[in-house]
Structure formats: C-alpha cells, structure tokens
C-alpha cells in the first residue's frame, strides 16, 4: 500500500495556482478562435446557400420563378430541420434510457448529505400538517400520567421467584421437593 506522503502532489500551491490560470488563458483563446471560426464556417455556409438576390430588370414572370424558387428551398430546408430534430430528439432518448441502466446496474444510490436544521415544534407542525393546523398544540398536556404505585405492585421482589415464573418451572419444583 502507498503511504499518504506519496499520493500528495509535489507542485507547490503558488505553482498549481499558475499553472490553472496559463489553462484557464488559453482555453478562453481556443474558445474566442473557435467562436470566430464558427462564425466563418456559417457566413461561408450562407454565401453558398443564399445567393445575394439581383432584383433589379427582372421582369414579373422572372420575379414570380424566383419566389417559387424561394418557397421550394425553404420547404427543403424545413424538411432537413424536421428530420435533424426527430434524430435529436431520439438520441437524447437514447441517452436518457442508457444513463438510467447505468445508473440501475451500479446499484447504489449516493445520498446527499442533509443538513441539521434548528426548527421548534410548532412551525415543523404547520410544514408537515400545512395550514389545517393554525392553533399551537400544548404536548405537555396532550400526555398521559403514570402511577408508579401500580408497577411496583406489578413487580417481583424476588429474582429467583421472577426467573421460575418466566420459566414456567414453579410446579415441577414444587412436585421435586415433595418427592424428597
């Protein structure tokens, strides 16, 4: 077994501290570089999609192809989006029923650690019964009273008396002495 020096890490705090914030730089330039790029891939994606429109001297036949044009491109387009949603939504599904085998497979459940809370009798009353009870319920008097004259009567003295009582031996002690 690895003792615990050996487990702890040998960067100093000031050097892990450095370290984290070089990652931290550069990932918010891949992220900046990335966005940029996005925004390239989608202005070209448009460009060779959309064409700009050239809608002066065009006589109104012309004008009228184009809006077909138009209309049969954009049913194409939603059709393309219908069909990437649908798959989305499945794999998502998808996703969702395996995390939950996952999750059944393990088997053990981790739960959380729940903190104390300071709450008297009464609003714990009032959040676990809700607004049926308004009035604060007096427990004190709510309690039975016990006489403990009546147990000690109840009670045995004797230990050996109590132990041949639970035993059920006391006649067959009885009938041993008279047979000697």
């Given at each position: 077994?690895?003792?615990?020096?050996?487990?702890?890490?040998?960067?100093?705090?000031?050097?892990?501290?450095?370290?984290?914030?070089?990652?931290?730089?550069?990932?918010?330039?891949?992220?900046?570089?990335?966005?940029?790029?996005?925004?390239?891939?989608?202005?070209?994606?448009?460009?060779?999609?959309?064409?700009?429109?050239?809608?002066?001297?065009?006589?109104?036949?012309?004008?009228?192809?184009?809006?077909?044009?138009?209309?049969?491109?954009?049913?194409?387009?939603?059709?393309?989006?219908?069909?990437?949603?649908?798959?989305?939504?499945?794999?998502?599904?998808?996703?969702?029923?395996?995390?939950?085998?996952?999750?059944?497979?393990?088997?053990?459940?981790?739960?959380?650690?729940?903190?104390?809370?300071?709450?008297?009798?009464?609003?714990?009353?009032?959040?676990?019964?809700?607004?049926?009870?308004?009035?604060?319920?007096?427990?004190?008097?709510?309690?039975?009273?016990?006489?403990?004259?009546?147990?000690k009567k109840d009670e045995v003295t004797d230990?050996?008396?109590n132990v041949e009582a639970m035993s059920g031996?006391?006649?067959?002690?009885?009938?041993?002495?008279?047979?000697?």
């Amino acid at each position: 077994m690895q003792s615990s020096f050996q487990n702890k890490s040998k960067i100093s705090a000031s050097r892990r501290l450095a370290l984290k914030t070089k990652l931290l730089k550069m990932a918010a330039g891949m992220l900046e570089k990335e966005k940029e790029e996005k925004k390239q891939a989608k202005e070209a994606t448009l460009a060779e999609r959309v064409p700009p429109l050239q809608l002066s001297g065009l006589s109104v036949q012309d004008l009228l192809a184009l809006c077909k044009d138009l209309h049969r491109k954009i049913d194409v387009v939603d059709e393309e989006r219908y069909d990437v949603d649908a798959k989305v939504v499945k794999n998502t599904k998808e996703v969702e029923h395996l995390s939950m085998n996952i999750i059944e497979l393990k088997g053990n459940m981790k739960r959380p650690a729940l903190k104390r809370v300071q709450i008297s009798a009464d609003p714990m009353l009032g959040a676990l019964l809700g607004t049926k009870v308004k009035e604060s319920m007096d427990f004190k008097a709510n309690l039975k009273t016990v006489k403990k004259e009546e147990e000690k009567k109840d009670e045995v003295t004797d230990w050996h008396k109590n132990v041949e009582a639970m035993s059920g031996m006391e006649g067959r002690k009885k009938l041993f002495d008279a047979g000697q």
